[in-house]
């Protein structure tokens, strides 16, 4: 499966951005899904996961309340919807997918499948 992730952007502080994981390949509602993020400075953060059927979802604590990850089955996609933007959330973010449907430990590490990012760059 091959993802692209898209929605990224210059925001100030307190803005709102959507990011949009586009998968192509094969049909993802099998698939765990996750979001992810990474900076030169920090290894690859998890931020958020949902699982094949949207009944579950996690969170990190720092995008706990702010962040909503989302997914579109039918049309191949998983969204996450950030609000209150903090310049410590600027990064590059990126989608991952796992081929075990629920939200486990391999997801959490970053899946099987991980696509390009889009930078997200928030000022103060």
């Known amino acids: 499966v091959q993802l692209q992730a898209s929605g990224g952007g210059s925001v100030q502080a307190g803005d709102s951005l959507r990011l949009t994981c586009a998968a192509s390949g094969r049909a993802i509602h099998s698939y765990g899904m996750g979001w992810f993020r990474q900076t030169p400075e920090k290894e690859r953060e998890f931020v958020a996961g949902i699982s094949w059927n949207s009944d579950a979802t996690h969170y990190s604590d720092s995008a706990k309340g702010r962040f909503t990850i989302s997914r579109d089955n039918a049309n191949n996609t998983v969204s996450l919807q950030m609000t209150n933007l903090k310049p410590e959330d600027a990064a590059v973010y990126y989608c991952?997918?796992?081929?075990?449907?629920?939200?486990?430990?391999?997801?959490?590490?970053?899946?099987?499948?991980r696509g390009q990012g889009t930078q997200v760059t928030v000022s103060s």
């Open positions: 991952a997918a796992s081929n075990i449907g629920t939200i486990t430990a391999a997801l959490l590490r970053g899946g099987d499948y």
